[in-house]
């Protein structure tokens, strides 16, 4: 009962961040394989996100990002979505991998300043879909959680979507909250 003094406090910081729209859980943070073999290579290019936990740093529709290698070994990450006034919200982020011996582990940030994030790619088969996963530790209470469904195309056959969802699911992952990105009219 040590830690009753501390459950406050951690309530208090799970709901901020559910207020700012990520999806809080209690405990540690789920157990997930990653993919196994994971090559960066295949990867690059466009892909457009099909679901998504809220995200409080993202909103609008046709929301796309494309993966450029660079020659040191990161990746740019540019992200793009239209707002609901029509205008645009670019952001531009490196991803790495921090563990070669953990290619599908990999980290994100979209702002130098700031600390890069966990982007694991749970399961691709780099041409259709991939299904990203990431998640923070809440003073070892609780956890935040991130979750994106990506695709090639800006639809997805819906028997791939209930594999994915099958996947996260099956690691105690609550694919309740997963949103649908609006994908149509898109000229992108």
């Not at 990002?65 to 006034?85: P, R």
């Not at 300043?113 to 041409?127: E, N």
Request: charged residues 20%; contains cysteine; hydrophobic residues 40%.
């Amino acid at each position: 009962m040590a830690f009753l003094p501390l459950l406050p406090l951690a309530l208090a910081l799970v709901s901020v961040t559910y207020v700012e729209g990520q999806v809080p859980g209690f405990g540690k943070c789920p157990t997930v394989n990653v993919q196994q073999d994971f090559d960066i290579h295949p990867y690059m290019g466009e892909w457009y996100e099909i679901e998504k936990f809220p995200a409080a740093f993202e909103s609008g529709k046709c929301v796309r990002a494309n993966y450029t290698l660079q020659a040191n070994g990161h990746v740019k990450v540019d992200n793009e979505g239209t707002l609901d006034d029509g205008k645009l919200d670019i952001r531009i982020g490196d991803l790495y991998n921090p563990d070669p011996k953990y290619p599908s582990k990999l980290a994100v940030r979209f702002a130098s300043a700031a600390p890069y994030g966990a982007y694991w790619v749970l399961k691709t088969d780099y041409k259709t879909y991939t299904l990203i996963w990431s998640c923070s530790s809440v003073l070892g209470l609780g956890n935040v959680q991130f979750m994106w469904i990506l695709a090639r195309e800006h639809k997805v056959d819906p028997a791939i979507m209930a594999d994915l969802h099958k996947v996260a699911a099956g690691y105690g992952i609550d694919v309740s909250k997963m949103t649908t990105t609006d994908q149509s009219g898109c000229t992108n």
